[in-house]
């Protein structure tokens, strides 16, 4: 964990000083912040439009371990969880707060290292870090995230949108940031018996990228602004395709088909499968923390997106009673079922 030869005890600054430290050049950008960090609560000024709202808390040893994940990259990952939800909207994420709990085994170095990575993402999606709480606590890390963004009413995207015969269409390629936690945990098995072993990361990092340093797709939002195409109902993929396609299906009062042989796989994704012995399907299917976006679009839509490199079209929407099935390529209807990532009933 610990990069830095340096460990400044977090006592040595305080709960206030540690604030002051980390807090010290932040500058907020977005023309509706009216008061960041620094009083008792952060003013915001949307005028017409609506606000979306999103939290997400992160706790050392069930979201993340510090063995294999760099803090920067942590802090990183933390805010776009955040992002992908906004994005997922169909809004555009103008401020965060961020909220810590921290046990004394992490130093002032290591929270810097943190806050590195929040404030390069905050950076990189012009978002301001507008305020927060810190706390201490008894075990781990616990980050916790609130993102707000802004959308014209008639901009926002629903779960509950999707009609009969549409495009079912994802963002990007799936099960990578499974098959790169699996990487990454096999390698720190690998270093707990022996640690002078290097770890054997080569041709894989585009999964590694994928689970280390995700990107919310704020690019694909603003692909398909330009293609004029609004989305009848949009997700975030955080718990695997099934479970989110079953999230639209509930709440749009409809069923799908989902081809098997369109669903977007990587060249790395697949590889890396077949060293462990596993369908890279089911990493898509039921993996998680891809944050690439599910939405669908009317079918009179389809010229507009059919070339985007970004967005594939993997299946269509059907009647409520025909329920959400996968057609594999024998043709076979197989139900699909939300093995989600549920932490709360496995493990
Ligand atoms: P309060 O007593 O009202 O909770 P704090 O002393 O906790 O105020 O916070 C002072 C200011 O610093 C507030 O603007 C708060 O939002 C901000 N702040 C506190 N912790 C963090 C943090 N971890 N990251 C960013 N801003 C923070
Ligand atoms: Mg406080």
Known sequence: MDNNTKHTELSTLGEFGLIDHLTKNVKTQQKSTIKGIGDDAAVLNFEKNQIVMTTDILTEGIHFNLMYVPLKYLGYKSVMVNLSDVFAMNAQ?????????????????????????????????????????????????????????????????????????????????????YLGLQLLERENEVFKVNPKEQPKLDGYDYILQRQLRPEARGDVINALKKL?????????????????????CKNSKVGCDIYEDKIPLDYQTKKFAEELSINPLVAALNGGEDYELLFTVSISDHDKIKNDPDITIIGHITEEREGANLVTGAGTTIPLQAQGWNQLSKK
């Open 93 to 177: 994420p103008r401020q965060i707060t961020v909220s810590l709990a921290i046990s004394n085994k992490f130093s002032v170095e290591n929270i810097e290292e943190l806050y590195e990575g929040i404030r390069l993402a905050c950076e990189k999606y012009g978002v301001d870090l507008v305020g927060g709480d810190t706390t201490s606590s008894m075990s781990g890390l616990v980050i916790s995230i609130t993102a707000i963004g802004e959308a014209k009413k008639d901009d926002l995207t629903y779960r509950s949108g999707a009609k009969l015969n549409d495009l079912v269409c994802v963002s990007g390629d799936l099960g990578g940031a």
């Open 228 to 248: 004029e195409v609004k989305p009848t109902s949009m997700i975030d993929i955080s718990d695997g395709l099934s479970s989110e396609i079953l999230h639209i």
